[in-house]
Nanobody, 124 residues
Framework: QVQLVESGGGLVQPGGSLRLSCAAS????????MGWYRQAPGKERELVAT???????NYADSVKGRFTISRDNAKNTVYLQMNSLNAEDTAVYYC??????????????????WGQGTLVSVSS
């Protein structure tokens, strides 16, 4: 089955940097969009950034200029470079794969998938 495995979260001081990675696996043919969402305590899940297979990116206003999303289509992997982190960035970050097309024997399936989440804590 499809798995999205995230890595790179942790504790960082304000002003610091982290890089998140998310690798998708499981008989994948293609992935339309990949991205990152986050959910802070007591808040709803929100978009952080997305990137299409053609490298068109979209960012939340709150992270523009600080975060950079990229992907390696050959590896089905998406990255999020986070710089100038502040306390408001503290959240569980979830990887997203939209329009993921996979092949099972002779049948193609297309669905959206989520990772299990990785915690990013920004604190001194």
């Amino acid at each position: 089955q499809v798995q999205l495995v995230e890595s790179g979260g942790g504790l960082v001081q304000p002003g610091g940097s982290l890089r998140l990675s998310c690798a998708a696996s499981g008989s994948i043919v293609s992935i339309n969009a990949m991205g990152w969402y986050r959910q802070a305590p007591g808040k709803e899940r929100e978009l952080v950034a997305t990137i299409t297979s053609g490298s068109i990116t979209n960012y939340a206003d709150s992270v523009k200029g600080r975060f950079t999303i990229s992907r390696d289509n050959a590896k089905n992997t998406v990255y999020l470079q986070m710089n100038s982190l502040n306390a408001e960035d503290t959240a569980v970050y979830y990887c997203y794969a939209g329009g993921l097309k996979r092949k099972v024997y002779t049948t193609y399936y297309t669905n959206d998938y989520w990772g299990q989440g990785t915690l990013v804590s920004v604190s001194s």
